[in-house]
Nanobody, 128 residues
């Protein structure tokens, strides 16, 4: 089992940047595929980005490509989401999520149902 704690959220103006971090407990972090999701008020939680156990493979929703970059440091048990060129529509609570990796390959895991472990979330607010 893994416990996740997000940080780095805040209030920023349109065009600004934030860097989210997600710290994981345990000694098997490198065995987990990781993802970032977000949930805006009144909307369903949506997939943002995912990264494989090694960090080599990544996947994004189209609306954040070129602006957000998911990465991980397995030595520090941490996954990151630097966010640039932020827009008001990026306003949401951002969650990191983990799932135990299986097999040697990787396919992007984009649904909330694929991740059994979640952090408590961090608020990102982008003002216009």
């Amino acid at each position: 089992q893994v416990q996740l704690v997000e940080s780095g959220g805040g209030l920023v103006q349109t065009g600004g940047s934030l860097r989210l971090s997600c710290a994981a407990s345990g000694r098997t972090f490198s065995s987990y595929d990781m993802g970032w999701f977000r949930q805006a008020p009144g909307k369903e939680r949506e997939f943002v980005a995912a990264i494989s156990r090694s960090g080599i493979n990544t996947h994004y929703i189209d609306s954040v490509k070129g602006r957000f970059t998911i990465s991980r440091d397995n030595a520090k048990n941490t996954v990151y989401l630097p966010m640039n060129s932020l827009k008001p529509e990026d306003t949401a609570v951002y969650y990191c999520a983990a799932r135990w990796g299986r097999g040697s390959g990787w396919t992007p895991h984009r649904t909330i149902y694929e991740y059994p472990y979640w952090g408590q979330g961090t608020q990102v607010t982008v003002s216009s």
